[in-house]
């Protein structure tokens, strides 16, 4: 039987039903994680039981819930914490970098600011980053193989608010847009546990997703229909 090329595993985590994942080289044992928040100690533990090391820590968007920092009165663990027990950077898209060190205590040391077509790897296991602003400015998708890991711009059966400070309708729906022209075998796997399946197949989702389909259709029917 032939080794395993992918390690990947998804985690729900928090109050608000967050996916956390860590993606791993099965040779290399190294690891990346994203969206570490919520109980850093644990994601931690759990690579580690799995035999694998955080190298690289991958956000999807800036807020707290994905990124950890103070929200409502209270602290959400998250990327301060994780670098204060693994060697590795934080990457994020360069829309959003400025807003870390105040929104999560990071330092321009911790943090590779990335773009629509960057790459990262570890061992054989490579990401390409997506961005796929309307939701938050420097929102962006994760593409490994055939899995899309989507923060909060595609949900399976939904999409992000856009009715947040820094969202945008009409970014949104070009992001969309972006989205379905991936292959129909790529698999969703969304920012949070919303629906009755952690994970979907996008073939389905591009019939089944109103706003997938909504963003086959001109803007302005986009716009006036999310109104």
Same mark, same amino acid.
């Given at each position: 039987?032939?080794?395993?090329?992918?390690?990947?595993?998804?985690?729900?985590?928090?109050?608000?039903?967050?996916?956390?994942?860590?993606?791993?080289?099965?040779?290399?044992?190294?690891?990346?994680?994203?969206?570490?928040?919520?109980?850093?100690?644990?994601?931690?533990?759990?690579?580690?039981?799995?035999?694998? /090391?955080? /190298?690289?820590?991958?956000?999807?968007?800036?807020?707290?819930?994905?990124?950890?920092?103070?929200?409502? !009165?209270?602290h959400i663990p998250g990327a301060a914490e994780l670098?204060?027990?693994?060697?590795?950077?934080?990457?994020?898209?360069?829309?959003?970098?400025?807003?870390?060190?105040?929104?999560?205590?990071?330092?321009?040391?911790?943090?590779?600011?990335?773009?629509? !077509?960057?790459t990262a790897s570890v061992g054989n296991v490579t990401?390409?980053?997506?961005?796929?602003?309307?939701?938050?400015?420097?929102?962006?998708?994760?593409?490994?193989?055939?899995?899309?890991?989507?923060?909060?711009?595609?949900?399976? #059966?939904?999409?992000?608010?856009?009715?947040?400070? !820094?969202?945008?309708?009409?970014?949104?729906?070009?992001?969309?847009?972006?989205?379905?022209?991936?292959?129909?075998?790529?698999?969703?796997?969304?920012?949070? #546990?919303?629906?009755?399946?952690?994970?979907?197949?996008?073939?389905?989702?591009?019939?089944? #997703?109103?706003?997938?389909?909504?963003?086959?259709?001109?803007?302005? #029917?986009?716009?006036?229909?999310?109104?």
């Open positions: 039987m032939a080794e395993p090329t992918l390690y990947f595993k998804q985690i729900e985590i928090g109050p608000m039903q967050n996916f956390t994942y860590i993606i791993g080289d099965p040779t290399t044992r190294e690891a990346f994680v994203v969206d570490a928040a919520w109980d850093i100690p644990a994601i931690v533990r759990l690579a580690e039981k799995d035999g694998f /090391t955080i /190298t690289k820590a991958l956000v999807t968007h800036y807020h707290q819930d994905h990124l950890g920092g103070d929200f409502a !009165g209270h670098l204060a027990q693994v060697k590795a950077k934080v990457y994020i898209n360069k829309a959003e970098a400025e807003f870390l060190h105040r929104l999560a205590g990071l330092s321009a040391s911790d943090i590779v600011k990335v773009d629509s !077509g960057d990401v390409t980053f997506i961005h796929t602003p309307g939701h938050t400015p420097g929102s962006q998708c994760f593409l490994i193989d055939n899995r899309l890991v989507a923060g909060d711009t595609l949900f399976i #059966n939904s999409c992000g608010r856009i009715d947040l400070p !820094g969202s945008s309708p009409e970014d949104m729906y070009y992001s969309l847009r972006k989205l379905a022209e991936l292959s129909d075998d790529t698999i969703l796997y969304p920012g949070h #546990n919303y629906a009755e399946k952690p994970f979907a197949a996008l073939a389905e989702q591009k019939r089944h #997703n109103m706003y997938l389909r909504l963003s086959a259709q001109s803007l302005q #029917n986009f716009l006036a229909t999310m109104g």
